[in-house]
């Protein structure tokens, strides 16, 4: 049995990576607001606590994975949060994808009372979380890293490490900004193939094996075909993250284009009321304006 490890925020996908640990072998002690999540944790033999801070008084390394800049930032630095009870020689790690720059600054007042932090944030969507196979995007000093691999190898096939702290979310950041970037251009030519009169299921048919294939087409083309919206990310995500990504490039002063033209796409599937609903439905924006729907054999 390995040492007791906290993990706070357990849905879509820190839910998965916690039960992972806990097959790991992993000794639990897991908080999510919402105490209906902690269930399956429970039953794997997690202790529970109220608050973050309650989580971090009882071990020596925190697993965060919240949704938002403003929830890890609460979460850590709050006033019921990890820093009120971690001691000295603790590690964060932030695996919820947040602004870089707030990352640095919450590491700079944890550093200030001891407690090392990392940014390693996920990729590879509720799926892979739940059969351990996530990457895991590294930044930070060597030496915490290092003393955090056997948690990256339970959740994980890979981890990469790519710099300093704030570089495991810049490089997530690169990552999510092409997917969601590919996922509008993917339901847009979808959407043009089935007003032109092609079979949606031949169109993916044809190019997955051809040079518009990606892995936004192989993800998100299925899921269209079949009608199937469960949220493996929702849309609400997908725009929060591209407020991020946007908000970043301002900050270095790099013009993202495409980035920015794409999230308009993404409030608007919102303004639809699409919200919680699969990135995958973003087709609808198209397939209403253009008067066609795409659907076909599930592949």
């Not at 706070?8 to 916690?18: D, H, K, Q, R, T």
């Not at 087409?217 to 997908?238: F, Q």
């Not at 900050?251 to 796409?265: D, F, K, M």
Request: glycine fraction near 12%; charge should be neutral; include cysteine.
């Amino acid at each position: 049995m390995t040492d007791k490890v906290g993990f706070i925020g357990l849905g879509a996908m820190g839910g998965p990576m916690a039960l992972n640990l806990a097959k790991a072998g992993f000794a639990l002690v897991v908080h999510d607001i919402d105490q209906t999540k902690t269930a399956p944790l429970r039953d794997k033999g997690a202790e529970l606590a109220g608050t973050a801070e309650a989580v971090a008084a009882e071990v020596a390394r925190t697993i965060v994975i919240v949704e938002t800049t403003e929830q890890a930032e609460s979460v850590i630095l709050g006033e019921r949060g990890i820093i009120r009870s971690a001691k000295p020689g603790h590690i964060v790690l932030c695996m919820a994808t947040i602004d870089p720059f707030a990352a640095r600054t919450i590491a700079d007042q944890l550093a200030a009372r001891g407690i090392a932090m990392l940014d390693a944030p996920v990729s590879g969507g509720t799926g892979r979380a739940q059969s351990g196979e996530l990457s895991v995007i590294v930044g930070g000093d060597a030496a915490v890293v290092a003393r955090c691999e056997d948690l990256f190898k339970a959740m994980g096939n890979r981890s990469f490490h790519v710099g300093p702290l704030g570089s495991g979310l810049a490089m997530k950041l690169v990552n999510n900004m092409l997917v969601q970037v590919n996922t509008v251009a993917v339901a847009e030519a979808l959407v043009l193939g089935v007003k032109a009169g092609l079979d949606p299921q031949t169109i993916y048919e044809v190019v997955r094996v051809s040079t518009g294939a990606s892995a936004a087409w192989e993800l998100r083309v299925p899921r269209i075909l079949s009608g199937d919206y469960a949220p493996g990310g929702t849309i609400d995500i997908s725009y929060k993250d591209q407020e991020l990504e946007t908000a970043f490039a301002k900050r270095l002063g790099v013009p993202v284009l495409l980035a920015n033209v794409t999230q308009q796409v993404y409030q608007m599937a919102r303004a639809r009321g699409l919200n919680k609903q699969d990135g995958s439905a973003i087709v609808k924006v198209f397939e209403q304006m253009a008067g066609v729907t795409v659907r076909g054999d599930k592949p």
